[in-house]
């Protein structure tokens, strides 16, 4: 079936760690895009990519980073630069302006302890 | 910079229709777009209006479009315990994707 996956569900990281959260679709979608959900501050954008080999940031870029080496896949990487990384992470993919819709994955979850 | 404002809450009977308000700043919007989230789970598209539209029915949901005004509205028609959740409004068009709002968490009293 085609989708938009991410994983692991659930992720816990010692502070000082780097963890990589992964993110795949077959949509054959140009472009992917990674958001961050905190309770009450709605969706905001960490990166973006609208092709392969190409992303820029989004508004809250800092202490993450991004890659872009297939069009199926858009890893995110925290490091410890995050000071607050705790958060759910949202994964989502879709054609290129104009845009029409967002295809979301189920999230991830990271716990920091 | 853009922005897309919702209230955060709202209420409302089982049975009941429930009207779900949105605004917007982005006159450039190609398409306004309506999603919902169950808690732990994704966002998942309910409808989208093209710019052109002012309105658009699909089963229970109606959406209400007032360009001139930048209010776009979710109307969901006998609302059931199934549809509480939180629903996000959003515009797009630019090269970053869509714009969402904070989201507005609606609650079903039985």
């Known amino acids: 079936d085609g989708g938009i996956t991410q994983s692991p569900k659930y992720l816990f990281r010692k502070e000082g760690q780097n963890v990589t959260l992964s993110c795949e679709q077959n949509?054959?979608?140009?472009?992917m895009y990674w958001y961050r959900q905190d309770p009450g501050q709605g969706l905001r954008l960490i990166y973006y990519?609208?092709?392969?080999?190409?992303?820029q940031k989004g508004d809250i870029a800092e202490g993450y980073s991004v890659s872009r080496e297939k069009k199926e896949s858009f890893p995110l990487t925290v490091t410890s630069a995050q000071k607050n990384p705790t958060a759910f992470y949202l994964c989502?993919?879709?054609?290129?302006?104009?845009?029409?819709?967002?295809?979301f994955g189920q999230g991830t979850r990271l716990t920091v302890v | 910079g853009e922005d897309v404002e919702q209230s955060l809450f709202l209420s409302v009977r089982e049975g009941d229709s429930s009207v779900i308000n949105c605004t917007y700043t982005d006159s450039s919007s190609t398409y306004l777009y309506w999603y919902k989230q169950e808690p732990g789970a994704g966002l998942q598209l309910l409808t989208y209006?093209?710019?052109?539209?002012d309105m658009k029915q699909d089963q229970r949901l109606t959406v209400l479009l007032n360009k001139k005004d930048k209010h776009l509205s979710l109307r969901i028609a006998d609302t059931q315990t199934g549809d509480s959740a939180i629903y996000f409004c959003a515009d797009g068009g630019g090269a970053d994707g869509l714009t969402f709002g904070k989201g507005t968490h609606l609650i079903i009293q039985p």
């Open positions: 989502a993919s879709g054609n290129r302006i104009p845009n029409t819709e967002a295809f």
């Open positions: 209006i093209f710019s052109n539209m």
């Open positions: 990519s609208q092709i392969v080999n190409d992303f």
């Open positions: 949509l054959n979608h140009d472009a």
